[in-house]
């Protein structure tokens, strides 16, 4: 399984699809290519000391192993951000949390964050009397 390396990697897959899963919150990007997937783990200092984070990297990986071959389509960057829910999850949940995390975001039903489009322009306000113009 190919890995996410690069910040603009991660980046990119924070601005698109995203479902929340349990202990998990995946964020998902389609590349439109057909090569392998990527997976990227976050796991972030709130949630423990280093020997805790990793706990919760090792954790993840294998259940990531076990799920995504399954789940997963090629042409897609998965990042999974972890809670600290995950050191105590069950690994057999942790594994399904992984996979029906992956089918919400490709069953359609998950939207960009911040909504469906952009948002429409404000209506005008009157001017008032005695308000600067600049008619250039």
């Known amino acids: ?7 603009r990697d991660f980046v990119a897959a924070a601005a698109a699809l995203r479902a929340n899963s349990g ?6 990007r389609a590349r439109h290519d057909d090569d392998p ?4 783990l976050t796991v972030t200092k709130k949630h423990g000391t280093a020997v805790e984070r990793n706990r919760i990297r ?6 990531v192993r076990e799920a995504l071959p399954r789940a997963g389509k090629p042409g897609f960057d998965y990042v999974i951000v972890a809670r600290r829910d995950v050191i105590s999850a069950r690994f057999d949940d ?3 949390d992984i ?3 992956v089918a ?19 209506p005008a306000l009157p001017r008032a009397v005695g308000d600067a113009v ?3």
Do not use: F, T, V
Not at 1 to 7: A, S
Not at 37 to 40: F, K, V
């Open 37 to 40: 997937l990527r997976i990227g």
């Open 99 to 101: 996979e029906r995390g």
């Open 23 to 28: 202990p998990l919150l995946l964020q998902a």
């Open 58 to 63: 090792r954790r993840l990986r294998a259940a």
């Open 134 to 136: 600049d008619d250039q």
């Open 104 to 122: 919400r975001l490709h069953s359609g039903s998950r939207r960009r964050p911040g909504g469906q489009g952009p948002k429409a322009p404000a």
């Open 94 to 96: 942790l594994i399904h």
């Open 1 to 7: 399984m190919h890995r996410l390396l690069k910040r």
